[in-house]
């Protein structure tokens, strides 16, 4: 089966500039989360999607980072305006069911690198 | 509040030695375990997980890990590495009891040597 597909792998762009990650789950996968791995770090929960419906955004900055699932299907994440601190990883995955303790297990895509300058 | 530290950053092993990377969980409650491995330009892919039962979990590759309640621990190994093992391997623990979420360790870098 297709994996996580994440768009667009590599971007660079200059502080208070905005950009945008796509990103398209496995077919019929209803959670979709969005992870920031910052160099030499774990990656950190940003927003995790049931559906069309937010079940945890709080660790996102929401001053400059905003996320939507419209039709529960793909996701976009923004960030505007950039800082250089947000020069990551974006990482997106989806999971098969809301409860990993079910034995339900995350898929991530390949990340979409970014580079703040 | 769950939380994984994983000792050492970096580990390098002679191809064909054993590999051996250490995670410490922090949990009140039994927690479910994973590690994940990350190839170079690539995203987190699932070794292998523990969840209940077993307490020795096999992965994918020849690796496997050890649940030990009282350690608190969840060690990776492999008996003998090959240079297809060098990557990042993160341990993670999900939040209980809704497990709707991952806390990962800040990763191990293995390098292998010829």
């Known amino acids: 089966e297709a994996g996580v597909a994440q768009s667009p792998r590599y971007k660079i762009i200059e502080k208070r500039q905005s950009v945008a990650f796509w990103c398209n789950p496995i077919?019929?996968?209803?959670?979709l989360y969005w992870y920031q791995q910052i160099l030499g770090q774990g990656p950190k929960l940003l927003i995790q999607f049931q559906n069309n419906g937010v079940v945890d955004d709080s660790q996102l900055p929401k001053d400059r980072f905003s996320a939507e699932r419209l039709k529960g299907v793909d996701s976009t994440l923004k960030i505007q305006p950039a800082k250089l601190e947000d020069s990551a990883v974006y990482l997106c995955?989806?999971?098969?069911?809301?409860?990993?303790?079910?034995?339900?297990?995350?898929?991530f895509g390949e990340g979409s690198w970014l580079t703040v300058v | 509040a769950q939380s994984v530290t994983q000792l050492g950053s970096h580990v390098s092993v002679s191809e064909g030695a054993l590999v051996l990377l250490r995670c410490n969980y922090s949990?009140?409650?039994?927690?479910?375990l994973f590690w994940y491995v990350q190839y170079p330009n690539q995203g987190l892919q699932l070794l292998l997980k523990?969840?209940?039962?077993?307490?020795l979990v096999k992965g994918i590759n020849g690796f496997e890990a050890e649940f030990k309640k009282s350690e608190t621990s969840f060690h990776l190994t492999k008996p003998s590495a090959h240079m297809s093992d060098a990557a990042e391997y993160f341990c993670?623990?999900?939040?209980?009891?809704?497990?709707?979420?991952?806390?990962f360790g800040t990763g191990t870098s293995l390098t292998v040597i010829p």
């Open positions: 995955a989806s999971s098969n069911g809301q409860s990993l303790n079910s034995g339900n297990t995350i898929y």
């Open positions: 993670a623990v999900s939040d209980f009891p809704t497990g709707n979420q991952f806390y």
């Open positions: 523990y969840t209940t039962g077993a307490t």
């Open positions: 077919s019929g996968h209803a959670t």
């Open positions: 949990s009140s409650v039994p927690p479910y």
